[in-house]
Protein backbone atom coordinates (compact mmCIF):
# COMPACT_ATOMS: atom_id res chain seq x y z
CA UNK A 1 0.00 0.00 0.00
CA UNK A 2 2.80 2.55 0.61
CA UNK A 3 4.60 1.67 -2.50
CA UNK A 4 1.05 2.86 -4.07
CA UNK A 5 0.91 6.11 -2.85
CA UNK A 6 3.88 7.52 -4.29
CA UNK A 7 3.10 6.03 -7.80
CA UNK A 8 -0.23 7.25 -7.75
CA UNK A 9 0.89 10.56 -6.75
CA UNK A 10 3.52 10.97 -8.85
CA UNK A 11 1.13 9.70 -12.23
CA UNK A 12 -1.23 12.52 -10.62
CA UNK A 13 1.64 15.13 -11.03
CA UNK A 14 2.45 13.77 -14.28
CA UNK A 15 -1.42 13.66 -15.81
CA UNK A 16 -1.47 17.68 -14.14
CA UNK A 17 1.96 18.32 -16.12
CA UNK A 18 0.51 16.96 -19.50
CA UNK A 19 -2.47 18.81 -19.02
CA UNK A 20 -0.73 22.53 -18.56
CA UNK A 21 1.39 21.99 -21.53
CA UNK A 22 -0.99 20.40 -23.87
CA UNK A 23 -3.02 24.01 -22.31
CA UNK A 24 -3.33 26.70 -25.52
CA UNK A 25 -3.14 30.35 -24.34
CA UNK A 26 -4.84 32.61 -27.37
CA UNK A 27 -4.61 36.17 -27.26
CA UNK A 28 -7.01 38.64 -28.43
CA UNK A 29 -6.09 40.51 -31.61
CA UNK A 30 -8.48 42.24 -32.52
CA UNK A 31 -9.52 45.68 -30.67
CA UNK A 32 -12.63 44.55 -29.04
CA UNK A 33 -14.62 41.01 -28.47
CA UNK A 34 -16.94 39.33 -26.07
CA UNK A 35 -16.57 36.31 -23.88
CA UNK A 36 -20.19 35.00 -24.47
CA UNK A 37 -22.07 32.32 -22.52
CA UNK A 38 -22.74 30.33 -25.70
CA UNK A 39 -21.02 29.76 -29.25
CA UNK A 40 -23.55 32.53 -31.31
CA UNK A 41 -22.24 36.32 -32.27
CA UNK A 42 -25.74 36.85 -30.21
CA UNK A 43 -24.94 35.11 -27.33
CA UNK A 44 -25.61 36.65 -23.46
CA UNK A 45 -22.34 38.39 -23.22
CA UNK A 46 -20.09 36.66 -19.97
CA UNK A 47 -17.04 39.78 -20.23
CA UNK A 48 -15.95 42.43 -22.27
CA UNK A 49 -12.41 41.31 -23.60
CA UNK A 50 -9.62 43.68 -25.53
CA UNK A 51 -6.88 43.37 -27.62
CA UNK A 52 -3.83 42.04 -25.66
CA UNK A 53 -5.99 40.05 -23.19
CA UNK A 54 -5.02 36.32 -22.77
CA UNK A 55 -7.20 33.61 -22.80
CA UNK A 56 -6.93 29.76 -21.91
CA UNK A 57 -8.44 27.41 -24.77
CA UNK A 58 -10.69 24.88 -22.88
CA UNK A 59 -12.49 23.18 -25.76
CA UNK A 60 -13.15 24.39 -29.41
CA UNK A 61 -15.98 23.65 -31.79
CA UNK A 62 -15.94 22.46 -35.56
CA UNK A 63 -17.71 26.20 -36.62
CA UNK A 64 -15.33 28.15 -35.34
CA UNK A 65 -15.77 28.87 -31.62
CA UNK A 66 -13.44 28.49 -28.53
CA UNK A 67 -14.66 27.76 -25.29
CA UNK A 68 -12.24 29.42 -23.15
CA UNK A 69 -10.94 30.60 -19.54
CA UNK A 70 -9.99 34.19 -18.62
CA UNK A 71 -7.04 34.46 -15.96
CA UNK A 72 -10.14 36.02 -13.42
CA UNK A 73 -11.75 32.16 -14.05
CA UNK A 74 -14.76 33.31 -16.38
CA UNK A 75 -15.76 30.62 -18.61
CA UNK A 76 -17.48 31.22 -22.15
CA UNK A 77 -17.23 31.32 -25.81
CA UNK A 78 -15.01 33.28 -28.42
CA UNK A 79 -14.69 33.29 -32.02
CA UNK A 80 -11.67 32.22 -33.68
CA UNK A 81 -11.73 35.20 -35.89
CA UNK A 82 -11.13 37.37 -32.60
CA UNK A 83 -8.13 35.45 -31.24
CA UNK A 84 -5.31 33.85 -31.69
CA UNK A 85 -2.45 31.58 -30.74
CA UNK A 86 -0.01 32.99 -28.21
CA UNK A 87 3.67 33.24 -29.65
CA UNK A 88 6.39 32.99 -27.38
CA UNK A 89 9.31 35.59 -28.14
CA UNK A 90 13.15 34.62 -29.14
CA UNK A 91 15.57 36.48 -28.84
CA UNK A 92 19.51 36.08 -30.01
CA UNK A 93 22.16 36.04 -27.85
CA UNK A 94 23.43 39.29 -26.39
CA UNK A 95 21.22 40.69 -28.97
CA UNK A 96 18.42 42.75 -28.87
CA UNK A 97 16.45 41.05 -31.98
CA UNK A 98 13.01 41.67 -32.03
CA UNK A 99 11.38 38.77 -33.56
CA UNK A 100 7.50 38.87 -32.71
CA UNK A 101 4.96 41.67 -33.29
CA UNK A 102 2.11 42.82 -30.82
CA UNK A 103 -1.16 41.68 -31.65
CA UNK A 104 -2.05 44.78 -32.65
CA UNK A 105 0.73 44.95 -35.19
CA UNK A 106 0.02 41.23 -36.22
CA UNK A 107 -3.72 42.31 -36.99
CA UNK A 108 -3.01 45.68 -38.89
CA UNK A 109 -0.32 43.70 -40.91
CA UNK A 110 -2.98 41.20 -41.76
CA UNK A 111 -4.72 44.25 -43.32
CA UNK A 112 -1.77 45.25 -44.85
CA UNK A 113 -2.20 48.32 -42.75
CA UNK A 114 0.36 49.67 -39.60
CA UNK A 115 0.40 53.56 -38.35
CA UNK A 116 3.21 54.42 -40.89
CA UNK A 117 0.35 53.57 -43.90
CA UNK A 118 -2.21 54.91 -41.55
CA UNK A 119 -0.22 58.53 -41.47
CA UNK A 120 0.97 57.95 -45.21
CA UNK A 121 -2.86 57.53 -46.60
CA UNK A 122 -3.79 60.33 -44.20
CA UNK A 123 -1.54 62.59 -45.73
CA UNK A 124 -2.29 61.95 -49.28
CA UNK A 125 -6.00 62.14 -48.98
CA UNK A 126 -6.57 65.23 -46.89
CA UNK A 127 -10.16 65.50 -47.91
CA UNK A 128 -11.31 62.01 -47.04
CA UNK A 129 -13.98 62.04 -43.73
CA UNK A 130 -11.79 59.90 -41.40
CA UNK A 131 -14.44 60.95 -38.90
CA UNK A 132 -17.20 58.78 -40.01
CA UNK A 133 -14.27 56.62 -40.52
CA UNK A 134 -13.29 56.56 -36.79
CA UNK A 135 -17.28 57.20 -36.11
CA UNK A 136 -17.99 53.87 -37.63
CA UNK A 137 -15.17 52.18 -35.48
CA UNK A 138 -17.27 53.22 -32.43
CA UNK A 139 -20.63 51.35 -33.87
CA UNK A 140 -21.72 49.02 -31.49
CA UNK A 141 -24.53 46.13 -32.46
CA UNK A 142 -25.85 44.99 -29.42
CA UNK A 143 -26.93 40.77 -29.66
CA UNK A 144 -30.53 41.48 -29.66
CA UNK A 145 -30.72 43.56 -32.85
CA UNK A 146 -28.10 40.80 -34.10
CA UNK A 147 -30.55 38.05 -33.93
CA UNK A 148 -33.28 39.93 -35.35
CA UNK A 149 -31.19 40.83 -38.50
CA UNK A 150 -30.38 37.25 -38.73
CA UNK A 151 -33.43 35.71 -38.53
CA UNK A 152 -34.94 38.28 -40.88
CA UNK A 153 -32.67 37.82 -43.44
CA UNK A 154 -32.57 33.82 -43.02
CA UNK A 155 -28.75 33.83 -42.25
CA UNK A 156 -26.72 31.97 -39.93
CA UNK A 157 -28.74 29.11 -37.47
CA UNK A 158 -31.80 30.90 -38.82
CA UNK A 159 -30.96 29.36 -42.61
CA UNK A 160 -34.37 28.24 -43.86
CA UNK A 161 -36.21 29.57 -40.97
CA UNK A 162 -40.06 30.31 -42.52
Same mark, same amino acid.
Given at each position: ?? &? ?29 ? #? ?8 ? *? ?14 ? +? ?11 ? +? ?7 ? *? ?8 ? *?? #? ?29 ? #???? #? ?22 ? +?????? &? +???
Amino acid at each position: MK &RRIPLITALGLLALFVTLALAETLVVKVQST #NLRKTPKFYG *AVVQALKSGDKVEKVA +GQPDGWFQVKTAG +GAVGWVHSS *AVAVQKFSLT *AV #NAPLKTQASADEVALAGKGFNKQVEESFRAK #NTEA #NFAEVDRLQQLKVGPAALEQFLKQ +GRLGDF &R +GAK
